[in-house]
């Protein structure tokens, strides 16, 4: 049985207004999968990376073990969030070091996973999404 190669697009965003809360769309070309989820977070910066997080996540939990032949794209309109997983800004914040371990060791059981900045009109639905509670 060959095993299915895949690529996705990811847009994630999180929010800090009015409590916490993520906007997650999974692209995979013949289907968006949409979600939004209340969050616990301290500040905004944490809501940006429990986005990503959950996008990883919720990949591995629809296509299971096939995820290792994946590559998938994750737009964010967080500059700290894609700086700080290219390896290009420090990380100075405990609990964002947490969470930094926590995304890089989901990226690990995909085939690739990319990181890339839009502005934040790139990134309108996810972030509507994110501040629907």
């Given at each position: 049985m060959k095993e299915t190669e895949?690529?996705?697009?990811?847009?994630?965003?999180?929010?800090?207004?009015?409590?916490?809360?993520?906007g997650?769309?999974?692209?995979?070309g013949k289907k968006k999968r949409v979600y939004k989820k209340s969050v616990q977070a301290k500040t905004n910066n944490q809501a940006e990376y429990l986005s990503a997080i959950f996008a990883l996540k919720k990949i591995k939990?629809?296509?299971?073990?096939?995820?290792?032949?994946?590559?998938?794209?994750?737009?964010?309109?967080s500059q700290l969030l894609v700086s700080q997983m290219l390896g290009k800004w420090k990380i100075k914040d405990d609990d964002i070091k947490d969470l930094f371990i926590e995304l890089h060791n989901l990226t690990l059981d995909f085939k690739k996973v990319d990181f890339i900045h839009v502005p934040r009109k790139e990134n309108k639905l996810a972030d509507k999404l994110s501040k629907a509670r």
């Open positions: 895949g690529s996705l697009n990811v847009w994630v965003d999180g929010s800090f207004s009015n409590g916490a809360g993520i997650v769309v999974i692209d995979d939990q629809i296509f299971g073990k096939n995820v290792k032949n994946f590559t998938v794209k994750v737009h964010s309109d």
